[in-house]
């Protein structure tokens, strides 16, 4: 199966670097900040060359998702693959400052998450004046018990912050710690009040 997957992405899939689908800002400070500390710390000089190791890499991780064109987690899991090795490469001691000068980059995965928490606590927040007024409307003075979201109004929020997926969140122990919870049937995050 995974032959058929790996023949299959060789043969049709070719992803493109557009303009629109990616942070071309955030390439242009990687290769500044790169080209500074790498003659600052006295290490291998870094070129245009590996820009477009980048870029490659990008493509290859969007050729592994079975993608048209490559997005800006293509290129966040590409830059994260070579800070490392660009990291890993330097002396002991000069490691932990380039960690430091580097973080923004290096860590994403914690910051969606924060971001996507923040983004469903604001929906979650929405839906509770609605149903308020709702429930004022109508003349009712029952407490709301529990807020719903739909699955694919959260994804369209997060697409928005440029997140494409949104499933391991969901399944993530902040997710859950944060009190909310998935149902895959109906398609929608609920949390009790």
């Known amino acids: ?13 070719r992803p493109v670097l557009r303009g629109g689908t990616f942070d071309q800002e ?41 993608r048209d064109y490559v997005r800006d ?4 899991a590409s830059i ?13 001691s000069v490691r932990r400052r380039l960690r430091r000068a580097f973080a923004k980059f290096l860590s994403s995965g914690e910051d969606r998450v924060h971001l996507l928490l923040h983004i469903l606590q604001d929906m979650m927040r929405n839906e509770a004046m609605y149903q308020t007024i709702r429930q004022r409307q109508r003349g009712e003075t029952d407490a709301i018990e529990v807020l719903e979201v739909p699955l694919e109004e959260f994804e369209g929020k997060a697409r928005e912050r440029r997140i494409y997926d949104v499933a391991d969140f969901c399944e993530s122990h902040a997710f859950e710690e944060a009190g909310y919870t998935l149902d895959t049937r109906r398609k929608v995050i609920s949390r009790n009040m």
């Open 73 to 76: 987690d293509d290129m966040d």
């Open 1 to 13: 199966m995974l032959r058929k997957y790996i023949q299959y992405a060789r043969a049709n899939v």
């Open 80 to 92: 994260r693959c070579m800070l490392e090795s660009f990291i890993s490469a330097q002396k002991f």
């Open 26 to 66: 955030k390439i242009a400070s990687l290769y500044v900040q790169l080209r500074k500390e790498s003659t600052n710390s006295g290490g291998v000089p870094i070129a245009v060359r590996h820009i477009e190791s980048i870029m490659r890499m990008a493509e290859a991780h969007a050729k592994m998702h079975l």
